[in-house]
C-alpha cells in the first residue's frame, strides 16, 4: 500500500493556529497519513512541538503524491494554499479560523471530526472556475499568471485615476477614468468584487464577471460574461498614471500606459472537498449574517 500524505497549510505567526496544527498532524499521524509541511511552516511546527519531526517538508520542485491539502486559517490562507494545490492536483478542504471564511468547509470547533473525515475519504469535490490572466505590452505577452478570486487592474497608490478601455472578445464596451477595474470569478464575487457592487454570483454558474471601481462615467456597471469569452482591460496610452495588475491579492505586475490585461476561464479549476451538500444559499446567509424574516413577519410573530 502506498503512502498517503496530506498537505497542511497554515499561518505559522499564531499561537492558536500552532496548537490546532499540531494537533491536525498529530491525529494524521495517528491514522497512518503523513502530515506534509513547506518548509517554513515546518520549522514553526517543530519549534512549537519537537514530537513534530515526523512531518515531511513540501518540496515545490518535486511535490510528489498528495492526497488533500487541508488549511487552517481563512481564505487568505486558502488562496495561499491554491497556488500550491496547482502543484499537486489534489483537492483543498479548509477549516476556518478567520472571519468569514467564504471558501472554508467547516470551523475550527469540529477539526478533530473534519480530519476523521478527510482520512476516511468521507468527501464530495467540487470545482470552481478559476481565471488565466496574461499581460501584453506593445502586442508582446510579458506576463502570465491565473486567480481564483478576481484579477485587479488598480491605480498605482494614491496616484491620479487610470484610463481603461474595456472590451469583451476583442470588441470595445466603454472607455473611462476609474480607480480600479476587476476582472471576476464566481468564487471572487463574494470576496472584492463584492465590496465593489459587484453581483452575488452562485459558485456552479460558468460566468464571469467585469467590475468597474470608481468610475467616472455614465455607464459603469458591472457585466456578467460568459465562459467562452475573454475578457480585456487597456491602460490608455494617455492615461496620467501607470497601474498595477495584482491577482487575489497575491502576484502583481507592474502595467504602463498601453498594456493590456487579458483575462479568460482557465483549464485548471479550483478543486474544493466539501463535506456536506449544504446549499450555497444556506452558507451565503451564514457568513453574512442576513436576515431572512422581515420584520412584518416578526410583527406577526410578536402579536
Request: with cysteine.
Amino acid at each position: 500500500m502506498s503512502e498517503r500524505r496530506f498537505l497542511v497549510v497554515f499561518h505559522p505567526g499564531r499561537d492558536e493556529t500552532l496548537r490546532t496544527a499540531s494537533s491536525v498532524c498529530r491525529r494524521l499521524v495517528e491514522a497512518g497519513v503523513t502530515p506534509v509541511l513547506v518548509p517554513e511552516e515546518r520549522t514553526a511546527l517543530v519549534a512549537h512541538a519537537a514530537e513534530a519531526e515526523v512531518v515531511a517538508t513540501f518540496d515545490a520542485d518535486a511535490p510528489g503524491d498528495i492526497e488533500l491539502v487541508i488549511t487552517l486559517g481563512g481564505d487568505g490562507t486558502i488562496l495561499r494554499a491554491a497556488e500550491l494545490q496547482r502543484l499537486t492536483g489534489a483537492p483543498l478542504l479548509g477549516i476556518n479560523m478567520g472571519h468569514v471564511g467564504f471558501l472554508a468547509e467547516a470551523e475550527v470547533a469540529d477539526v478533530q471530526a473534519v480530519v476523521d473525515h478527510a482520512v476516511a475519504g468521507d468527501y464530495e469535490v467540487e470545482s470552481r472556475l478559476t481565471l488565466d490572466v496574461r499581460v501584453f505590452i506593445d502586442e508582446v505577452e510579458v506576463a502570465a499568471t491565473w486567480a481564483v478570486n478576481e484579477a485587479a487592474i488598480e491605480k498605482h497608490g494614491a496616484g491620479r485615476m487610470i484610463e481603461a478601455l474595456l472590451e469583451v472578445d476583442e470588441r470595445p464596451i466603454s472607455s473611462f477614468g476609474t480607480d480600479a477595474v476587476l476582472l471576476a470569478t464566481p468564487t471572487g464575487s463574494t470576496a472584492y468584487s463584492f465590496s465593489a457592487g459587484g453581483p452575488i454570483v452562485w459558485p456552479t454558474a460558468q460566468v464571469m464577471l467585469m467590475v468597474p471601481l470608481g468610475a467616472h462615467a455614465l455607464f459603469t456597471r458591472p457585466l456578467v460574461v460568459g465562459p467562452e469569452s475573454t475578457m480585456s482591460v487597456t491602460i490608455s496610452p494617455h492615461s496620467t498614471s501607470d497601474a498595477v495588475l495584482w491577482c487575489d491579492s497575491r502576484r502583481s505586475v507592474d502595467l504602463p500606459q498601453g498594456a493590456r490585461v487579458e483575462a479568460r476561464r482557465s483549464e485548471t479549476p479550483l478543486r474544493l472537498a466539501r463535506l456536506t451538500p449544504a446549499p450555497f444559499a444556506d452558507r451565503l446567509v451564514a457568513k453574512l449574517d442576513l436576515p431572512v424574516q422581515g420584520w412584518r413577519d416578526a410583527a406577526r410573530s410578536a402579536s
